[in-house]
């Protein structure tokens, strides 16, 4: 349990400045480069409408901030994603943004990188180089309101990171942060924040250790019932995270000389109700044309982003063969035949040498030789063995159909299909499929009209489930 005693006494008398009646704050979190609604039942999130919800005209001054942890991982899809979400950040007008417990397993050269797209808005009061220098600048101070606020940051400590001496190192948050309240009293600071991705054990000890920050944003121990918690020092703390499905709303209200007599919370779920910033829509379209044009590079990162999820983004972006974990996110419940299981296994029944012969490839993995299909066996092993999309042909088109209509999509507003394998997808299976593989020499006693039987998928009614009678009817 937090306990939030700090001893510390209400705001300093003479401010520079005479407190506005209110002040808003829009703050987000653990975003874990989530720049698209989700896959749920709901599509909650996305970069959007987060910009929407901010974007909309207020007669009180903002700040937007961010408690960090915005990259998912340190893989090269997840900088890659990261740093177009930083974009976004940037163009949605955020104020700082800490650098979180998922920023702690990046290099110091690729958190610099993503600070230069940013703008300059990246902080962190407890993560250094190398060389004892501070990895960007350990807090910001912006005039707002006629008073200055002072925003600082932490991520937390003893986190198991990545080995790799490029990873900043981690110091324990108490001495940098008095080090900025230092400041923060040198340069008149009026507000002081705190923007915290560390535990609740962690969280305690900074506040009470380290006296004055009237707002604190803490990015853990979120669910979506998180209000105000009142502070000793008459400041308040809120919580924010969940991948990005909410935004968090506070509006607070103060007397001239800086004692907040109250509050307005709110999460915000982005849902399909809330508007989206267009200038957000045109970035995560760039994204999106780009991640097309790198899309056989990721396929080397483990696990492979393009089987984490069916997500909008994704299928968006899929073009020709998709990979198995596409087919089995919708189509489960199916009695799928003895015969489906010994084309699953293909791949494992090859010998070390047959796992690098093209003859032998041609039928134990999918697409092999066919553009986004099969090349190499020990990269796209999303693709290994005689899959759905073998028999069925590249799922792309059928997936970005289907997932367009659960989610309620515009396919209009979706980047065009590129499928450049020449093979359509079906739903039954046509002999000459067969045939490819089930030859005399391999298959001598294949038959197509018993054969095909063996391997029917019966569903039950399951979407995709068919009988030779639907599937003749589907195709017309």
Not at 295 to 314: G, H, I, K, V, Y
Not at 443 to 466: A, K, L, Q
Request: charged share 20%.
């Amino acid at each position: 349990m937090l306990v939030l005693s700090t001893g510390c006494p209400s705001p300093r008398s003479g401010p520079s400045g005479q407190f506005p009646d209110h002040l808003l704050v829009f703050y987000s979190g653990d975003t874990l480069g989530e720049l698209f609604p989700c896959g749920c039942r709901i599509p909650m999130g996305g970069l959007s409408r987060r910009g929407g919800v901010i974007s909309q005209d207020s007669p009180y001054p903002m700040m937007v901030l961010d408690t960090g942890s915005f990259a998912r991982g340190n893989m090269g899809y997840d900088r890659f994603t990261a740093g177009w979400l930083i974009k976004a950040y940037r163009e949605i007008g955020y104020t700082a943004v800490n650098l979180g417990v998922q920023e702690t397993i990046q290099p110091v050269s690729q958190i610099r990188e993503w600070d230069d797209l940013s703008g300059g808005i990246l902080i962190s009061a407890n993560l250094i180089d190398e060389n004892g220098l501070p990895v960007t600048r350990t807090h910001l101070i912006r005039d707002l309101g006629g008073i200055r606020i002072g925003i600082t940051g932490v991520t937390a400590t003893g986190y198991e990171r990545a080995a790799s001496s490029e990873a900043p190192e981690l110091l324990v948050p108490i001495e940098p942060l008095q080090e900025v309240m230092n400041i923060f009293e040198e340069e008149d600071v009026d507000f002081a924040v705190l923007l915290a991705d560390v535990s609740g054990e962690e969280l305690q000890a900074i506040v009470q250790q380290v006296e004055g920050f009237r707002l604190i944003i803490h990015g853990e121990g979120f669910n979506v019932r998180s209000g105000v918690v009142d502070l000793d020092n008459g400041g308040r703390l809120v919580r924010i995270g969940d991948q990005g499905k909410y935004l968090g709303r506070l509006r607070l209200d103060f007397m001239e000389d800086g004692t907040i007599t109250g509050e307005e919370v709110e999460n915000i779920t982005l849902d399909s109700t809330v508007p989206t910033l267009a200038s957000i829509t045109q970035i995560l379209t760039d994204f999106k044309i780009e991640l097309r044009q790198r899309r056989e590079e990721f396929l080397t990162d483990p696990p492979n982003p393009f089987q984490r999820s069916q997500s909008a983004m994704l299928v968006d972006v899929l073009s020709g063969y998709t990979g198995h974990s596409f087919c089995t996110g919708c189509h489960v419940g199916y009695n799928l035949g003895d015969y489906y299981r010994v084309h699953q296994n293909a791949w494992a029944m090859l010998g070390e040498s047959d796992k690098t012969n093209p003859e032998c490839l041609e039928c134990h993995t999918t697409g092999y030789g066919v553009p986004t299909g099969m090349n190499d066996p020990y990269r796209d092993t999303h693709l290994r063995g005689v899959t759905c999309e073998a028999c069925h042909g590249p799922a792309a088109e059928h997936v970005r159909t289907m997932t367009a209509e659960q989610e309620g999509l515009d396919q209009s507003e979706m980047l065009p299909l590129n499928d450049q394998t020449g093979i359509p997808f079906t739903m039954e299976v046509p002999e000459q499929t067969c045939l490819r593989c089930h030859t005399e020499e391999w298959s001598p006693d294949f038959d197509y009209d018993t054969w095909i039987e063996r391997v029917r998928h019966v569903g039950m009614n399951r979407p995709g489930s068919f009988t030779p009678d639907e599937a003749e009817e589907a195709e017309e």
